[in-house]
């Protein structure tokens, strides 16, 4: 089969990390007999310096009209000025609007060789196999207004949280039916006790969980879920949370895994979840960022990245067997000792790739 995949390498570790996987997916084309057809394009503070814009609309049409899109991460010192017209970050939230992708994905699974590289006590890291289903396209990040001002010779900010009932019902709907192919558990994160937001969201959390009745629904505040995430993470299966709750609990849970450099992530469109059938756009990415620290020296970590293209392949391509190939050749590849500075080895980004592919 034919698709076209845009690229997104962006900025720092980014087109490290995405120069890899593409080779990993030019191995499964071949293997499987496929043809990846891609389109490179600037995204984020590359995309400033070229074209004054983090995002231009032709880069925007250019994701649009693809079959998936696979970003690396976007970001850096060089563009971290707050009064800039335009930043990098601007770019990664106009794209996620643009593409509709309002829910994000990301498993968070620990792999046994990997429990020491994590913080937490290994007794408490067995089993853990968690996904977090973040909103990705309300809430405070896009609420308006949105705004600074001079008020009583004060300097006041201004963030709005808002939600509307569908975009949480399509959210807690995706979340069920992940769950039942699964352990049939969602624990919906909310902060109810304040948030008049999440009164709404635990409201339709409810009724979604009624229509589901095969699936346990618990209702958890997010103060709360941030500690069960360290004191009892094997108890968790599918959370479900909004925007920005989401943003920091991925964080955290990602901390279970031992690295930022281990973790994918899937950000879906209607189209993609099988709510509409026009496309089945998709943007998949790594959880961490552009990681200035270490870039350029080819040193990053490329599993998030390779385990991006998995879910690539699997939500918006339909292609299981190759996304399981590619995810049984990462644990493979951990269980055989292979391993970047990040998780206690020495290997470099494109020798840690090489081992990958030689268990494809
Ligand atoms: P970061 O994720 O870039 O880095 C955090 C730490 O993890 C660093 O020590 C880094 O070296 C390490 N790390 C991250 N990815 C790694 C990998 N693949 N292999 C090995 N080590 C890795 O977070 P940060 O330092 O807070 O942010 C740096 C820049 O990235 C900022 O400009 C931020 O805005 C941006 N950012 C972008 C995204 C995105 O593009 N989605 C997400 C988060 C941060």
Redesign the pocket.
């Known amino acids: 089969m034919k698709f076209n995949i845009t690229l997104l390498p962006?900025d720092?570790?980014g087109p490290e990390?995405v120069g890899e996987a593409v080779r990993v997916l030019d191995v499964i084309a071949s293997k499987f007999g496929h043809i990846f057809n891609y389109n490179e394009r600037l995204m984020g503070g590359c995309s400033i310096d070229k074209y004054g814009s983090s995002l231009t609309d032709e880069t925007l049409a250019d994701c649009k009209a693809s079959d998936a899109v696979l970003l690396g991460?976007?970001?850096?010192p060089k563009w971290?000025d707050p009064n800039a017209k335009d930043r990098p970050?601007r770019g990664?939230l106009a794209l996620r609007k643009g593409l509709g992708v309002f829910a994000n994905l990301r498993p968070v699974k620990v792999h046994p060789a990997l429990i020491d590289s994590s913080p937490l006590k290994p007794e408490k890291l067995k089993d853990v196999d968690i996904l977090v289903v973040r909103e990705l396209t309300g809430g405070l990040y896009f609420g308006q207004p949105k705004m600074r001002e001079m008020k009583d010779g004060r300097e006041r900010a201004v963030d709005t949280l808002e939600y509307y009932d569908y975009e949480i019902c399509r959210v807690m709907e995706l979340a069920f039916n992940l769950a039942r192919g699964r352990k049939k558990k969602v624990t919906s994160v909310d902060k109810a006790n304040v948030l008049e937001s999440s009164r709404l969201w635990r409201q339709l959390a409810t009724q979604v969980g009624r229509d589901n009745p095969d699936v346990e629904l618990e209702h958890m505040l997010v103060d709360t879920a941030a500690m069960k995430l360290i004191t009892g993470p094997a108890w968790m299966d599918v959370i479900v949370t909004e925007n920005m709750f989401g943003d920091i609990l991925t964080d955290e849970a990602s901390v279970l895994a031992g690295?930022?450099?281990m973790l994918p992530s899937a950000s879906l469109s209607e189209a993609g979840v099988g709510l509409s059938h026009d496309t089945r756009m998709g943007l998949y990415?790594?959880i961490?960022?552009?990681?200035?620290?270490?870039a350029g020296k080819g040193i990053?970590?490329p599993i998030?990245t390779i385990l991006s293209c998995a879910l690539l392949l699997r939500y918006s391509l339909k292609l299981e067997a190759e996304a399981m190939s590619i995810e049984n050749a990462v644990g493979e590849t951990i269980t055989a000792g292979a391993r970047?500075a990040?998780i206690g080895g020495k290997l470099t980004t494109r020798q840690m790739t090489d081992e990958i592919i030689k268990h494809i």
């Open positions: 962006g720092g570790i990390v991460a976007v970001g850096g971290d970050e990664l690295s930022m450099g990415e790594p961490h960022g552009s990681a200035p620290d270490i990053a970590n998030g970047t990040d």
